[in-house]
C-alpha cells in the first residue's frame, strides 16, 4: 500500500457511498464549520478505516506509507480517532474486541503439563487493544507484560481465557477458566493435552487459529457442556480469517 489513491481505487462504490454517508452524518451533527482541523482529521481518518475493516491498509507503517506521515503520529491517529468518534466496547460489543485482538496474535505459548503456565502474545500495533484490554484484565486481577518491544503484549493465559469468558459472556458454571482448572488437576487430562498441542494439526495452524483450537479442544474434550461453550465461540470463527478445522 503506497498512498492514497491506492486506497481509494480499491474501496467498492459501497464502500464509497458509506464513507461519504458516515462523514457528513458526523460532521453535520456538530454543526456547520464548528469541527476543528485536527477533529477533522479524526473523523475522516474513524470513517475511513470504519469502511475498509479488515481490508488493507493494516499495520502502522501501511498507514504511514498511505498517509506519508510517521508511523508514531498514525498511532496516536488511531488512539485519538477511536477516542473522539469511536464507540467504547461494551459488554454486548466484547466478541468485537476479542476479534480484534485475535487478529493480532503473533505467537502463542502453552504449557499446560506443569503448574498451567503459558502466555499469549499479541501485537499492539493498534492502540485501541491497549486502550479496551488492559481495564479489562486489571478487572479480573490480570496483566499484561510489555517486555522490550511496547507493541508486543505478552498476556499469561489464565488471564486470557479469563477476557474470552468475560467478553463472551460464558456462564460461571461453564468458563474455559473452570475447564482448564479441571485439566490442570487430572495428569490424564494434561497428557491430552500436551498431545494435541505437539499435533501436526496444532503446528499447521494459524497463530490466531491456535488459541480458538484449544479453546474448542478444551471444550470438546474435557467440559460438561461443550456444545454451550463452543456457541459463544461461533460469532468469531465465523470469520473466514479464523476457520478451523472440525474435530
Known amino acids: 500500500m503506497s498512498d492514497m489513491q491506492t486506497i481509494i481505487d ?3 462504490d459501497d464502500q464509497k457511498a458509506e464513507f461519504g454517508d458516515r462523514f457528513l452524518r458526523t460532521w453535520s451533527d456538530h454543526g456547520f464549520g464548528t469541527l476543528s482541523k485536527r477533529d477533522t482529521e479524526l473523523l475522516l481518518f474513524s470513517c475511513l478505516t470504519e469502511v475498509i475493516g479488515e481490508g488493507l491498509p493494516r499495520t502502522n507503517y501501511d498507514w504511514a506509507r498511505a498517509l506519508r506521515i510517521t508511523p508514531a ?3 496516536n491517529l488511531r488512539r485519538d480517532a477511536y477516542m473522539r468518534f469511536g464507540s467504547l466496547l461494551d459488554a ?3 466478541v468485537a474486541l476479542l476479534r480484534r485482538c485475535l487478529a493480532n496474535v503473533t505467537t502463542m505459548q502453552v504449557d499446560l503439563s506443569g503448574n498451567g503456565t503459558g502466555s499469549v502474545q499479541i501485537v499492539a500495533d493498534d492502540p485501541v487493544i491497549e486502550l479496551e484490554l488492559e481495564p479489562r484484565l486489571k478487572a479480573l ?3 499484561y507484560e510489555y517486555g522490550r518491544n511496547r507493541e508486543l503484549l505478552q498476556i499469561p493465559l489464565s488471564s486470557f481465557v479469563a477476557v474470552v469468558d468475560t467478553v463472551l459472556g460464558v456462564d460461571s458454571e461453564e468458563t474455559f477458566v473452570a475447564v482448564m482448572e479441571r ?3 487430572d495428569q490424564r487430562a494434561r497428557g491430552a493435552v500436551d498431545r494435541e498441542l505437539a499435533s501436526k494439526a496444532w503446528a499447521d495452524k494459524s ?4 488459541i480458538l483450537h484449544f479453546l474448542k ?3 470438546h474434550t474435557f467440559a460438561d457442556k461443550p ?3 463452543i456457541e459463544y465461540l461461533e460469532p468469531i470463527m465465523g470469520s473466514h480469517k479464523y476457520q478451523i478445522a472440525k474435530p
Open 10 to 12: 480499491g474501496m467498492t
Open 73 to 75: 503520529r498514525v498511532r
Open 92 to 94: 454486548d460489543q466484547g
Open 141 to 143: 486481577g490480570g496483566y
Open 183 to 185: 485439566v490442570l488437576q
Open 207 to 210: 497463530e490466531g487459529g491456535k
Open 217 to 219: 479442544f478444551l471444550a
Open 227 to 229: 456444545a454451550k461453550l
